[in-house]
């Protein structure tokens, strides 16, 4: 079955850091999202990104969040300058437009310290 | 906008017992419904979803899960529970129409005792 794959599962982090998070989604699907949840706390959306733009963002993806696909089969999520409260595990998935499911990856999680 | 409530954080259950895990939904406009597992240290796992048809939709693992639109609810059950079934099991709503945003409750976990 076609996953979709996130490296690295784990990142450890300074804060005031730049890191990148990436994901391969799935080959033939073309809505990406990134999601966080930080420990404890609900599942977040942060990001949508269909034909190579931003389609819908929450109030969390600020200006030290952004997305690129750079090369047609990755996808990734950078964050500038990262905070203790950046801290969460960050999960990439993929969709079909027509709405057959959304596939996550395993996740990244990232400790800021 | 729409939200999740998932009343239950912690749900234990003996082996072979029946289990609901409850889920409400609030949307001013249609919406998808899905229920997620998520195992320890593993991503979340799609386990059913409603999209449209028949309000009664299954698992291949034996979950259902029902929509009731004027109750606005997705509840998850199994007549059975394994032990393999322990894990956390989280409920989203998007809107309908072209791929959305989901919205998750805030998760139950379900263990189930031997």
């Known amino acids: 079955e076609p996953e979709v794959t996130q490296t690295p599962s784990h990142q450890v982090t300074q804060m005031g850091q730049e890191v990148i998070l990436r994901c391969v989604p799935i080959?033939?699907?073309?809505?990406f999202y990134w999601y966080r949840q930080i420990l404890g706390q609900k599942v977040e959306f942060l990001v949508s990104?269909?034909?190579?733009?931003?389609?819908?963002k929450s109030e969390i993806f600020d200006d030290q969040f952004s997305v690129e696909r750079p090369d047609g089969s990755n996808f990734t999520l950078k964050i500038r300058s990262t905070k203790l409260e950046d801290s969460a595990m960050y999960f990439c998935?993929?969709?079909?437009?027509?709405?057959?499911?959304?596939?996550f990856g395993s996740g990244t999680r990232l400790t800021v310290v | 906008a729409q939200s999740v409530t998932q009343l239950d954080s912690q749900v234990p259950v003996f082996e072979e017992a029946p289990v609901e895990l409850r889920c409400n939904y609030s949307?001013?406009?249609?919406?998808?419904l899905f229920w997620y597992v998520q195992y320890p240290n593993q991503g979340l796992q799609l386990l059913l979803k409603y999209l449209s048809g028949s309000t009664l939709v299954e698992s291949i693992n034996g979950f259902e899960a029902e929509f009731n639109k004027s109750q606005t609810s997705f509840h998850l059950r199994k007549p059975s529970v394994h032990i393999s079934d322990t894990a956390e099991y989280f409920c989203?709503?998007?809107?309908?129409?072209?791929?959305?945003?989901?919205?998750f409750g805030s998760g139950t976990q379900l263990t189930v005792l031997p």
């Open positions: 998935a993929s969709t079909l437009w027509d709405r057959v499911g959304y596939t």
């Open positions: 989203a709503v998007s809107a309908s129409g072209s791929a959305r945003q989901l919205t």
């Open positions: 080959s033939n699907h073309l809505y």
């Open positions: 949307s001013s406009v249609s919406v998808y």
């Open positions: 990104f269909y034909n190579n733009e931003i389609s819908e």
